[in-house]
């Protein structure tokens, strides 16, 4: 599909309607696995836990942006895709090796449970700790075992492939370890600018003429929306497919399509603005019913909404 290119004031797309449309359909999957019933030991499903743990998150994280969005404040749903993005590296990257998985989610819990602790203690002391109901005996276990779970954890990154002095292996090498380090580089350098200090980013809120600017997020509010919109379903979706969890489902589904007009505004001799000015259109399709269990990339001619105006 063609995207015309518009003026800032014209509407952009029907994203919003689309993204609500595919929420529609994923909804019953992520219902349906929120529901897990076993026999036996707790610890060894603690993964079948944490899969359908994230499939929640993420749809209540979709529709919060959703939400922001129909209030016009979806330019804030871009803090979300950091998370959603990583929650789905790590678990396409377990899921490489499901018996292995087993062993390492619940020793990854017991470490962030006790680095909570340890922190919640040195800022403080065992007072504030032992006002939350932790008494001084489980503390000093817990936080003495941590030495012994940093050993497993590292004995079970070793069978997937980390062996670096680093305990937890980086971001960059799980994307690259399941093949989306492009996406990777992609999506931090979008997000980074929401979740860090940036200069480029607050800046960009200035629009106006010599001698008078005005400040503003409402300038770029409808493309940041989209983005967050767009990333956040894809991300989904890849989480449904994801170790089978639904995968039938969807790839029983009638593609659907969206496309994403991407405007901005135009300059006007004498107006400031403080970064390179273009006009961009981007034409963004997702098809659920061609997804495959490895990889769901969108197909379209410039990938994603082009963060690439405004490097």
């Known amino acids: 599909m063609r995207c015309a290119k518009k003026d800032w004031g014209e509407p952009m ?3 919003r309607a689309q993204v609500g449309e595919l929420l529609d359909g994923i909804r019953p999957v992520i219902t349906a696995v929120s529901v897990y019933k076993w026999e036996g030991d707790t610890e060894p499903q603690f993964w079948e836990f944490l899969r359908r743990a994230v499939l929640r998150r993420q749809l209540e994280a979709m529709d919060a942006i959703c939400a922001m969005s129909d209030g016009g404040h979806g330019h804030f749903g871009v803090t979300l895709l950091r998370p959603a993005f990583e929650e789905l590296v790590w678990i396409e990257f377990l899921s490489k090796n499901v018996e292995v998985a087993r062993i390492l989610v619940p020793e ?36 003495r075992m941590q030495p012994i779970v940093e050993a497993r954890i590292k004995g079970a990154l070793l069978k997937l492939g980390w062996n670096r002095k680093q305990l937890l292996p980086t971001m960059k090498f799980l994307a690259k370890n399941v093949g989306r380090d492009k996406e990777y580089d992609y999506v931090y350098h979008a997000t980074s600018r929401f979740v860090h200090f940036s200069t ?58 969206f496309t994403l007009s991407v405007g901005r505004p135009r300059s006007r001799p004498g107006e400031f603005h403080p970064e390179p000015l273009t006009d961009s259109d981007a034409n963004l399709s997702i098809h659920p019913a061609r997804a495959n269990a490895r990889r769901l990339r969108p197909s379209t001619n410039y990938r994603t909404p082009p963060v690439c105006w405004l490097p």
């Open 13 to 15: 797309s029907d994203v």
């Open 108 to 143: 990854l819990t017991r470490l962030e449970i006790a680095k909570s602790i340890r922190a919640q203690f040195s800022f403080g002391g065992f007072q504030s700790l032992n006002i939350l109901g932790f008494e001084k005996k489980t503390l000093t276990a817990c936080l």
């Open 200 to 257: 480029q980013e607050l800046l960009r809120r200035v629009w106006g003429k010599h001698g008078e600017v005005h400040v503003s997020t409402k300038t770029f509010s409808r493309f940041w929306s989209n983005f967050a919109l767009y990333w956040g379903v894809w991300v989904l979706m890849l989480l449904v497919i994801a170790g089978s969890l639904g995968r039938a489902y969807c790839c029983r589904r009638a593609p659907v399509t």
